[in-house]
């Protein structure tokens, strides 16, 4: 795990991060709080994601569906802190086309009788479909069979090791919210 000085941009991602559980259960009644997740982690100040989307696969009903996008363009469509008003995200998303179509995606399950290296390559798959280049995937068991799939691309700041395994955590805590 990285070292964290005070007053860095590692600490404040790392607070961020931290107090995520304490804003889930302060706002659990608020519709799409993997979505509020998604967007906080990815924009500049954190993460700084180009794009990144959470979907959720269930074998059981074969359905892949897609519960939250993120394209760094959508960001002026919502307000500057999230979780200030989180009741009005949803419909201040109303206007952001790719978080929209991430929304409507529903597709046969990924993981429903394949094999991991095609499960991998489905995935990857799915990311191309959403004009992501060079994606990172996060996949996640969850709560009744079901599987959540963090797909992210980078933007101006590359991911490190410290980063890809607070991003699995992320996945993690999206999962709890919507499985």
């Given at each position: 795990?990285?070292?964290v000085?005070?007053?860095?941009g590692?600490q404040?991602?790392?607070?961020?991060?931290?107090?995520?559980?304490?804003?889930?259960?302060?706002h659990?009644e608020?519709?799409g709080?993997?979505q509020?997740i998604?967007?906080?982690?990815?924009?500049?100040r954190h993460?700084?994601f180009?794009?990144?989307?959470?979907?959720?696969?269930?074998?059981e009903?074969?359905?892949l569906?897609?519960?939250?996008?993120f394209?760094?363009?959508?960001?002026?469509?919502?307000?500057e802190?999230l979780w200030?008003e989180?009741?009005?995200f949803?419909?201040?998303?109303?206007?952001a086309a790719?978080?929209n179509?991430?929304?409507q995606?529903?597709?046969?399950?990924?993981?429903?009788?394949?094999?991991?290296g095609?499960?991998t390559?489905?995935?990857?798959n799915?990311?191309?479909?959403?004009g992501?280049?060079?994606?990172?995937?996060?996949a996640?068991?969850?709560?009744h069979?079901?599987?959540?799939i963090?797909i992210?691309?980078?933007?101006?700041?590359?991911?490190?090791n410290?980063?890809?395994e607070l991003?699995?955590?992320?996945?993690?805590?999206?999962g709890?919210?919507?499985?």
């Amino acid at each position: 795990m990285r070292n964290v000085e005070p007053g860095s941009g590692d600490q404040e991602l790392l607070m961020m991060l931290l107090d995520l559980p304490n804003k889930i259960l302060s706002h659990h009644e608020v519709d799409g709080l993997a979505q509020l997740i998604l967007h906080d982690v990815s924009h500049d100040r954190h993460f700084g994601f180009k794009r990144a989307s959470y979907l959720i696969d269930n074998p059981e009903f074969d359905c892949l569906r897609g519960v939250a996008g993120f394209i760094n363009d959508e960001c002026k469509h919502h307000h500057e802190d999230l979780w200030l008003e989180p009741h009005n995200f949803v419909h201040d998303m109303r206007e952001a086309a790719f978080h929209n179509q991430l929304l409507q995606m529903a597709r046969k399950s990924i993981k429903k009788g394949s094999s991991v290296g095609n499960h991998t390559e489905a995935i990857r798959n799915v990311a191309f479909d959403l004009g992501m280049i060079n994606p990172w995937v996060y996949a996640q068991d969850l709560r009744h069979g079901n599987h959540g799939i963090l797909i992210v691309e980078e933007g101006v700041k590359r991911l490190d090791n410290d980063d890809h395994e607070l991003l699995a955590h992320i996945s993690a805590i999206m999962g709890l919210c919507h499985a």
